[in-house]
């Protein structure tokens, strides 16, 4: 059979594509964007390089000097304010200057090229020099105040030459033999060292990145694929769940490593991951989670490659020790104290570690410790809010589930109790039989016991056309043999979608579909054929389908048993077990049980079972005397008594 027809198969090989394509991009986001092995300017060299062929380099230093030089040469370039020069001109007119200085003045500042700062002092000198001696000290001390430059320099424009100079600089080639070190290991990588490697071709940066890319996509690719092997390996071969229910923990387990990883940042020991394997060991059984749980760990430290042995060490005792909890205790608030418990035993690791290493305890360790707690307490805190949620919508059935719908008082159960109280009787024996039955031969008693329980809610549609349910009259008396059919076989349909409006796991819904599986409804078959008419067999049989597992095999037996076992009018053991016999044959020769993985042995284990309870419950019992009975006997026995007396009296 190809695998990619099975319609399962292929749903999950999809989830497990898009599991791998996540989990891929996770371990990329840790190495792929890491700087690991890129040259750069300013880090050391990773190793030797040595160029391969000779070529002439640009010498970036060489060039760059000479460019400065260039610059250097060019002068500074001025210009001159008109508005500053009418502001100095009108200044010198109005002061009281000899006729020579003013002109002097004058001319200097009319000039197109204006007066430059470094001009002013040696133009108050030779206007002083211009005036009568006795006016020198106040002629200087008001040019001091008054003379300003009109020349200033255009920094914008001197900048654009400079540049325009540096430019014109050819740069200097410096010739690279073949085998000449460029650059040696440990080395500062410089400019030049860059653009060494680059004509060289020994660095490109493009290819590097490109090669960089495609070496860290396909080694994630092959480690997440390696790792996610075992996973759908698991689901599809161990636990055999729907696609809904492996999409859900396969998403669940990315999500968790997702959030995980953006968490360590914060603190190495704050791991709370132990939360998906506490939800796979209450969702599918003890030693998947235990599995999970380690895989987890080790994928935890490839997310994280500066992770210590000790936080490796906390993650999987942690998620181990909470995995084994979970599992054995049976209520829900039990998975927090299974996280605390959890979470203690990682505090003792990390204290025992500590010790094998000889560091000393203080605020830091103890602040450690706390965060482990921490963790384990958020874990247990997660995995109680989403077992709800992967209870009621992914259809997973749990051991707690499964006890609180064992409850009588669960709403269906207390409904078949007042409504149908010969069917919930029923249903309890036929529990207490299968569930027997079913754990000695190595199947899931809790849910075989839970599914026997509710197989027969169907019949709270009409009730009283069921004879556990009937007193004196029999509503199928006045009906045809067809139409006793109809509201016979109608039970299963309805019981599968009282189940669907109680929200019930759908796991109980195979109990419903197959206790009957296509048996003939032998009694109206045999009416139909007395009221004559073309009537076939196989108008009689229920719909089916036939048992598929060993619960749902066990439960029509014993439907079929006990009902039949009423009508023994002395069950001594003897007739128990020769009726016992004669159910399963019949089943057998009827192929009833051709689907189920059910062996001879197991057959003659449950026949067994069947017999020692029915026996213990059909038991005959002792006739009490009424106390009408008692009271004559007494009578008959103290009359002789009292006429025997009587002479006894008379001849005193």
Not at 126 to 136: H, I, R
């Amino acid at each position: 059979m190809n695998l990619l027809n099975n319609p399962r198969t292929s749903k999950i090989a999809i989830l497990g594509f898009i599991a791998v394509m996540m989990l891929t991009a996770l371990f990329y986001s840790v190495y792929g964007l890491s700087p690991q092995n890129a040259l750069t300017v300013g880090q050391p060299s990773p190793k030797t390089f040595k160029s391969p062929i000779s070529l002439n380099v640009i010498d970036r230093l060489q060039t760059e000097r000479e460019k400065i030089s260039a610059r250097s040469q060019v002068r500074d370039i001025f210009l001159s304010d008109s508005r500053l020069k009418d502001l100095v001109t009108n200044e010198i007119i109005s002061l009281n200057l000899s006729p020579e200085a003013q002109d002097l003045l004058l001319t200097k500042y009319n000039n197109p090229k204006g007066v430059r700062q470094s001009d002013i002092n040696k133009l108050i000198n030779l206007a002083v020099s211009l005036s009568p001696e006795q006016d020198k000290r106040n002629v200087r001390l008001l040019l001091n105040k008054r003379l300003i430059a009109t020349s200033i320099i255009d920094t914008r424009l001197t900048e654009s030459a400079r540049n325009a100079a540096a430019n014109t600089v050819e740069p200097i080639m410096q010739n690279l033999k073949a085998g000449e070190i460029i650059a040696n290991k440990g080395e500062i990588l410089t400019q030049d060292h860059m653009a060494a490697l680059q004509a060289s071709g020994l660095y490109n940066i493009r290819a590097e990145i490109a090669n960089r890319f495609l070496k860290t996509i396909i080694s994630s690719l092959l480690i997440s694929i390696l790792l996610l092997l075992p996973l759908i390996y698991i689901i599809m071969s161990k636990i055999h769940i729907n696609p809904s229910k492996a999409g859900f923990l396969l998403g669940l387990t990315i999500l968790g490593l997702i959030l995980q990883r953006l968490v360590l940042d914060f603190s190495p020991y704050f791991i709370f991951i132990s939360f998906i394997a506490i939800l796979v060991a209450v969702l599918t059984d003890e030693i998947t989670g235990v599995f999970w749980a380690i895989w987890l760990a080790v994928v935890l430290a490839l997310l994280d490659p500066s992770t210590s042995i000790v936080s490796l060490i906390i993650a999987l005792s942690s998620a181990i020790a909470a995995t084994v909890l979970a599992k054995r205790f049976k209520n829900r608030p039990s998975l927090l104290l299974a996280s605390l418990i959890a979470g203690l035993i990682a505090a003792l690791s990390y204290i025992l570690l500590i010790l094998i290493y000889g560091s000393n305890f203080d605020i830091a360790l103890s602040y450690n410790i706390l965060i482990i707690l921490a963790a384990n307490f958020m874990a247990g805190i997660l995995a109680l809010g989403l077992l709800p949620l992967a209870e009621s919508s992914f259809g997973f059935h749990t051991e707690y589930r499964l006890i609180e719908l064992s409850d009588p008082n669960s709403p269906l159960l207390k409904r078949l109790l007042l409504e149908a109280a010969g069917t919930y009787q029923h249903s309890l024996i036929i529990s207490n039989l299968v569930g027997e039955a079913v754990s000695e031969i190595g199947g899931n008693s809790l849910l075989a016991r839970v599914g026997a329980l509710y197989h027969d809610v169907g019949k709270l549609k009409r009730p009283r056309f069921f004879i556990e349910n009937q007193k004196n009259e029999n509503p199928h008396d006045h009906i045809s043999p067809h139409l006793s059919y109809l509201i016979i076989t109608d039970h299963v349909r309805y019981g599968i979608k009282l189940l669907k409006k109680y929200k019930l796991p759908e796991v109980l819904e195979q109990f419903v579909n197959e206790h009957h599986g296509t048996t003939v409804l032998s009694y109206f078959y045999k009416r139909a054929l007395e009221e004559g008419g073309n009537s076939e067999e196989l108008n009689f049989r229920y719909p089916g389908p036939k048992p598929r597992t060993k619960e749902t095999a066990v439960l029509m037996l014993a439907d079929a048993v006990e009902s039949a076992s009423r009508s023994l009018a002395e069950p001594s053991q003897s007739r128990i077990r020769a009726l016992i016999d004669q159910i399963f044959e019949a089943r057998l020769q009827d192929k009833q049980l051709s689907e189920s993985p059910l062996n001879f042995s197991d057959l003659e284990i449950i026949a067994n079972s069947f017999e020692r309870m029915l026996t213990a419950i059909l038991h005959r019992r002792i006739s009490y005397p009424s106390e009408e009975e008692i009271k004559s006997l007494e009578g008959e026995e103290n009359a002789p008594r009292a006429n025997h007396a009587k002479p006894a009296v008379s001849g005193a």
